[in-house]
């Protein structure tokens, strides 16, 4: 039984890694709920502290990810508006195009719309181009938070 756990948490922490990757799901709930199913199950102190670590480091990225993000499209000046508007296109995009279509439509909505506010070609090329190099850091965060929380639990594992 045990071992099976592990596998399914295990498949579970591989499946949030590519939700961080992807930004198509929340694959850092994914993995802080799969470690916390294994803590909750197992028990002992490697578990929670595991747990711990993985809840403090999906909290910190995630919310790290939305201070950071938007003070640079704020810095850059893009407008809240454009980045709904390209989450709106690119997921449109991503079911005309699977998988490439969400990212070239959130940067091709991002493009459209700063180019119907502002008027100028090189304004809304520069303001997709914030937003994309926005989009990258959000997915570090998110990868990096997750990454901590699997070897927070890969430890735990090897420990307990």
Same mark, same amino acid.
Do not use: D, H
């Given at each position: ?13 591989? =499946?949030?890694?590519?939700g961080a990757l992807t930004q198509v799901y929340p694959g850092p709930l994914l993995v ?32 790290? /990810? ?18 709904? %508007?390209?989450?709106?296109?690119? #997921?449109?995009?991503?079911?005309? %195009? ?34 994309? /190099?926005?989009?990258?850091?959000? =997915? %570090? ?17 090897? #420990?307990?």
């Amino acid at each position: 039984m045990e071992i099976a756990l592990n596998v399914v948490v295990a498949l579970v922490i591989l =499946i949030g890694l590519g939700g961080a990757l992807t930004q198509v799901y929340p694959g850092p709930l994914l993995v802080l709920a799969a470690v916390a199913a294994w803590a909750v199950l197992t028990g002992g102190t490697a578990a929670w502290v595991a747990l711990a670590v993985a809840a403090v480091a999906i909290v910190v990225t995630g919310f790290g /990810k939305y201070v950071l993000v938007g003070r640079r499209l704020t810095r850059a000046g893009v407008p809240g508006r454009s980045l709904l %508007v390209g989450g709106v296109v690119g #997921v449109l995009g991503f079911f005309a %195009v699977p998988v490439i279509g969400l990212p070239l439509g959130f940067t091709l909505g991002v493009y459209l719309w700063e180019l119907q506010r502002l008027g100028q070609e090189p304004a809304a090329r520069a303001a997709a181009w914030e937003a994309v /190099k926005a989009q990258g850091l959000a =997915i %570090v965060l998110e990868l990096g938070g997750c990454l901590v929380a699997a070897t927070a639990w890969v430890v735990a594992l090897a #420990v307990g």
